[in-house]
């Protein structure tokens, strides 16, 4: 693999603080004071100016993607942000993933940005998503209900949801998704968990799960002749699905940069498996601020190292949602075996896209579906 500076996506980790207090989630979080670290205003706008700068070689669209902890903790910063990305010629998407708990109305109207897209957390029906998101320190408040409130109060039309697909939590999520595209949101970023082991029965399940909601996708597109809502996981499988046929790994190429909320730049986003004091000395490849760039070199040492170890375990040819170079990163850091993380993360990813793909190849001469999967993605794999 040859060094190359194109990248599509700047990934900011604005925060390393949250309200909430969820067993599955992967990310440290800071508890003390001391602990915590949050990205200035300085290291995201130099960041900024290097991503939409004509050193990054990108032929349509970037985007800036903020996640934390928990972004609206620091909703300055994001509106500092959203206030500034309109000035260069071809502003960027500006996506933002909150767990909703803290989101208002005045809210959207303070990100005022013509390409915002905001994704709140809301995983399936109230019983199963309260199993794995909770408030801390606040025992017995449901977060379903917070967040179903909070969004009773929203313009829908500006709104999407993030779902993730858990062994407990299956039961009453296709409802759960049915009922927020009905109410008027138009893009639900579905996706597994894919952190945490999956017993044998419950990735069964899932793969149940995935074919009854192909189905219910496919019903409602024919019968309504639209799509009834955007969905990433349909585009997971199309990318996946069409790189496994071409005989190619989609993931040799990595298009995201890394900035962390101690204003260092990473060379993977393996990195989010570890508190900062564990990773900023030794796998931190450059300051943001002024606008200077990540050490290029180091950042494809490493992938170039993580793309050979990946081609020794021999799977080139598996299903993957999540890049398996973040698998690298992560079983280095935690002296894991990197070889039964990536089988369990090709286990989790063939039983969650396999039946989406095939519902991508059976709609694939729809015309609603093939504009808003197959043409548009087919145009972004020629630019690159």
Same mark, same amino acid.
């Given at each position: 693999?040859?060094?190359?500076?194109?990248?599509?996506?700047?990934?900011?980790?604005?925060?390393?603080?949250?309200?909430?207090?969820?067993?599955?989630?992967?990310?440290?979080?800071?508890?003390?004071?001391?602990?915590?670290?949050?990205?200035?205003?300085?290291?995201?706008?130099?960041?900024?100016?290097? @991503?939409?700068?004509?050193?990054?070689?990108?032929?349509?669209?970037?985007?800036?993607?903020? @996640?934390?902890?928990?972004?609206?903790?620091?909703?300055?910063?994001?509106?500092?942000? &959203?206030?500034?990305?309109?000035?260069?010629?071809?502003?960027?998407?500006?996506?933002?993933?909150?767990?909703?708990?803290?989101?208002?109305?005045?809210?959207?109207?303070?990100?005022?940005?013509?390409?915002?897209?905001?994704?709140?957390?809301?995983?399936?029906?109230?019983?199963?998503?309260?199993?794995?998101?909770? @408030?801390?320190?606040?025992?017995?408040?449901?977060?379903?209900?917070?967040?179903?409130?909070?969004?009773? &109060?929203?313009?829908?039309?500006?709104? *999407?949801?993030?779902?993730?697909?858990?062994?407990?939590?299956?039961?009453?999520?296709?409802?759960?998704?049915?009922?927020?595209?009905?109410?008027?949101?138009?893009?639900?970023?579905?996706?597994?968990?894919?952190?945490?082991?999956?017993?044998?029965?419950?990735?069964?399940?899932?793969?149940?799960?995935?074919?009854?909601?192909?189905?219910?996708?496919?019903?409602?597109?024919?019968?309504?002749?639209?799509?009834? @809502?955007?969905?990433?996981?349909?585009?997971?499988?199309?990318?996946?699905?069409?790189?496994?046929?071409?005989?190619? &790994?989609?993931?040799?190429?990595?298009?995201?940069?890394?900035?962390?909320?101690?204003?260092?730049?990473?060379?993977?986003?393996?990195?989010?498996?570890?508190?900062?004091?564990?990773?900023?000395?030794?796998?931190?490849?450059?300051?943001?601020?002024?606008?200077?760039?990540?050490?290029?070199?180091?950042?494809?040492?490493?992938?170039?190292?993580?793309?050979?170890?990946?081609?020794?375990?021999?799977?080139?040819?598996?299903?993957?949602?999540?890049?398996?170079?973040?698998?690298?990163?992560?079983?280095?850091?935690?002296?894991?075996?990197?070889?039964?993380?990536?089988?369990?993360?090709?286990?989790?990813?063939?039983?969650?896209? &396999?039946?989406?793909?095939?519902?991508?190849?059976?709609?694939?001469?729809?015309?609603?579906?093939?504009?808003?999967?197959?043409?548009?993605?087919?145009? *972004?794999?020629?630019?690159?």
């Amino acid at each position: 693999m040859t060094g190359r500076r194109h990248v599509d996506c700047l990934w900011v980790l604005c925060n390393n603080t949250c309200n909430l207090d969820c067993p599955n989630c992967y990310t440290p979080k800071a508890r003390r004071p001391e602990e915590v670290r949050r990205l200035s205003w300085g290291d995201l706008k130099g960041a900024i100016d290097h @991503f939409m700068g004509p050193q990054i070689s990108c032929p349509y669209r970037r985007t800036i993607t903020v @996640f934390g902890g928990e972004p609206l903790m620091d909703l300055p910063l994001v509106e500092r942000a &959203a206030a500034y990305l309109p000035r260069f010629d071809k502003p960027p998407v500006l996506e933002v993933y909150t767990n909703g708990t803290l989101l208002r109305p005045a809210h959207l109207k303070r990100l005022r940005y013509d390409h915002l897209q905001l994704y709140v957390s809301l995983d399936g029906a109230r019983e199963g998503n309260d199993r794995y998101r909770r @408030f801390w320190r606040r025992a017995g408040e449901s977060v379903h209900d917070k967040v179903t409130a909070v969004l009773d &109060a929203l313009p829908l039309e500006q709104v *999407a949801i993030h779902a993730v697909v858990y062994p407990g939590n299956m039961d009453g999520m296709l409802e759960a998704i049915d009922g927020w595209a009905r109410r008027g949101i138009r893009t639900i970023d579905l996706v597994a968990d894919f952190a945490n082991p999956w017993p044998a029965p419950a990735l069964k399940r899932l793969e149940r799960f995935s074919r009854e909601f192909a189905r219910y996708y496919a019903e409602r597109l024919i019968n309504e002749g639209r799509v009834p @809502f955007g969905c990433c996981a349909i585009d997971h499988a199309v990318r996946s699905g069409s790189a496994l046929l071409r005989g190619e &790994a989609w993931w040799r190429h990595c298009d995201q940069l890394v900035l962390g909320a101690d204003g260092n730049y990473y060379d993977c986003e393996g990195i989010l498996y570890m508190p900062y004091p564990r990773v900023g000395g030794r796998h931190g490849i450059g300051r943001a601020r002024g606008g200077r760039g990540p050490d290029w070199q180091a950042r494809q040492r490493y992938l170039d190292e993580a793309v050979q170890e990946l081609g020794r375990l021999g799977v080139e040819d598996e299903w993957f949602v999540v890049c398996p170079i973040m698998y690298c990163k992560a079983a280095r850091l935690m002296g894991s075996d990197l070889s039964a993380i990536v089988r369990t993360a090709a286990e989790i990813s063939e039983a969650f896209l &396999a039946p989406l793909g095939r519902l991508a190849l059976d709609c694939a001469r729809h015309p609603a579906f093939k504009r808003r999967y197959l043409d548009e993605k087919l145009d *972004a794999w020629k630019a690159r």
